[in-house]
């Protein structure tokens, strides 16, 4: 398998991996479709046939899976964006290997630690293992719910892709970009910048829970909620998305604690 690729992005009709977590009827999959076709390229979605949201890598693994062709190129998973990668490259494409993966563009950041929940960021996660150039993107969204999803397809399949096909990406390793919550005639610039730290603040939200749900503990219904709490921000992708740039930046998948590993061999000689 390929460890790196170099300038893939100057041939036109390539095929690329389209997927995400929000769904395939999201706009902002299918603005980026749109994107990629008018540039030349030949996007092959393979995506959720429901939204997906936090669905980290998880796989279907108790379950058979379903695969509904929805028109040329269009594919519809019933399982998680994980699966929908896998289906991708060893069953619709297996004798077409793509040139690149693409997942987004999400509804919402995935910034800082949101990426070890993120759906979008486990799809490119799982492409580039298989040794394919893999990108996530996702969107913000402004304060009255608006997003710009047309717009930022547009600016990465001009701006961004051409120059992250430049790039030797390693293997175990793939790009992920946020687009902040204004129109591309308004972004000021890129920013290549390490990832934030971040936690939730008031993460659980009680309801009562309705009578046509049964009994719950003691009645009440439970939500996984709560506002985003920047931990870290100066230098990182939450300040480039304050400051209204674009965030791009690359993630390995090596979780290895390199510090604390030399402390644990002193314990465990």
Wanted: hydrophobic share 40%.
């Amino acid at each position: 398998m390929r460890t790196g690729v170099g300038e893939w992005y100057l041939v036109n009709a390539q095929t690329v991996v389209l997927t995400n977590d929000d769904g395939i009827f999201a706009a902002g999959l299918q603005a980026l479709a749109r994107a990629l076709r008018a540039a030349g390229y030949r996007p092959v979605v393979v995506a959720p046939d429901r939204g997906a949201s936090g669905a980290s890598r998880s796989l279907s693994l108790h379950r058979p899976l379903t695969v509904r062709r929805l028109g040329e190129d269009q594919y519809a998973v019933d399982g998680t964006p994980t699966d929908c990668v896998m289906m991708a490259i060893f069953e619709i494409l297996k004798n077409r290997r793509p040139s690149l993966l693409l997942s987004g563009i999400n509804h919402g950041q995935n910034l800082a630690d949101d990426v070890t929940y993120s759906g979008t960021c486990a799809a490119a996660a799982e492409g580039c293992m298989e040794g394919i150039p893999s990108v996530a993107i996702s969107a913000l969204t402004g304060r009255d719910g608006e997003f710009y999803f047309d717009d930022h397809a547009d600016f990465f399949v001009q701006s961004v892709l051409p120059s992250i096909g430049r790039l030797r990406i390693p293997r175990w390793s793939f790009i992920n970009v946020n687009f902040p919550p204004r129109p591309a005639a308004r972004i000021r610039g890129v920013r290549v910048v390490p990832l934030g730290r971040s936690t939730y603040s008031d993460p659980i939200a009680r309801r009562r829970a309705p009578q046509a749900l049964g009994r719950s503990r003691k009645g009440w219904i439970y939500w996984i909620v709560g506002e985003p709490k920047s931990l870290k921000k100066r230098g990182t992708d939450i300040e480039a998305i304050e400051r209204g740039c674009v965030s791009l930046t690359p993630i390995h998948l090596d979780l290895t604690d390199r510090r604390l590993l030399a402390e644990c061999r002193k314990l465990f000689p």
